[in-house]
């Protein structure tokens, strides 16, 4: 038995007619009815029985055509998933990611790369929001950006990495015996800050806001380097997520945990 020769008992039945059935599945008549008499044979039972211009079942003939339905229907799915799987071969893959984020996903694109050698990597390094925008607007298939907790986004968000936020400043003793630094203790400092594309700008806002002051911004920059070695400089403190800080010169700079908590996701 075949799936072919299935598939045309199937049609058959739903269509109570061998002639609809060749039109259907676009073959002569003879050849269903050859078809269905190899089925037969090959079963060693009667499925169909004519009555006129009627076609009944057997219980055999119900037994198959309840099973062809099944077996069928995972084909359908065995075709589908063949065919994802083909899809994948080649192609382009448009990317885009918060410039801070290329170094941890490194390794994953490495192994992009080995599992699909055909595809093409384009990526766009982009604030959260930008390339919010640009899946929105057809420009990238998918992005990786920083989701503010209770936003709504008519995109669907997986999780894929979760990092505390940090307060970047000089090694100085001031510094050196904290564990934390609150949020409301960088009222008092220059404040430096992505620039206003980026999802993690609107994030620190809203807390600085919650907060209950608005931040003395000194410097803005879509580079997380840039804004490090402004605190080097001593033109202010940066906060950035934990794996950012873990790149950072520890010989000139010192990072703690901003309180309270807030997550990089």
């Known amino acids: 038995m075949d799936v072919r020769t299935l598939r045309y008992f199937v049609e058959v039945v739903r269509q109570q007619s061998f002639t609809r059935a060749a039109e259907k599945l676009f073959v002569t008549q003879p050849t269903i009815s050859k078809m269905l008499r ?14 006129g211009r009627k076609l009944h079942l057997t219980d055999s003939g119900q037994a198959v055509y309840q099973r062809g339905l099944a077996i069928l229907d995972e084909f359908r799915q065995l075709e589908t998933e063949l065919e994802d799987i083909s899809s994948v071969k080649k192609g382009v893959l448009r990317l885009g990611i918060p410039p801070m984020v290329g170094r941890q996903i490194a390794g994953l694109i490495k192994q992009f ?27 990238l298939d998918l992005a990786m950006t920083v989701r503010p907790s209770g936003t709504e986004q008519p995109l669907t968000f997986l999780p894929l990495l979760s990092h505390p936020m940090c307060v970047v400043m000089p090694r100085t003793a001031y510094w050196l015996n904290r564990t934390t630094i609150d949020i409301a203790e960088l009222a008092e400092w220059p404040i430096l800050i992505y620039n206003e594309d980026f999802t993690l700008y609107k994030m620190l806002m809203a807390a600085f806001h919650q907060a209950g002051f608005e931040p003395r911004i000194a410097v803005r920059s879509g580079q997380w380097d840039f804004l490090a070695s402004m605190v080097q400089a001593g033109i202010g403190i940066a906060t950035l997520p934990e794996p950012v800080c873990q790149w950072l010169d520890k010989s000139s700079l010192i990072w703690l945990p901003l309180e309270p908590r807030m997550e990089w996701l």
């Open 113 to 139: 790369r080995q599992t699909y050698p055909g595809i093409e990597l384009k990526i766009a390094e982009l604030g959260g929001q930008s390339v919010e925008q640009a899946v929105l607007s057809g420009e």
């Open 38 to 51: 190899h089925l037969e044979d090959e079963l060693e039972c009667t499925l169909l029985i004519r009555e």
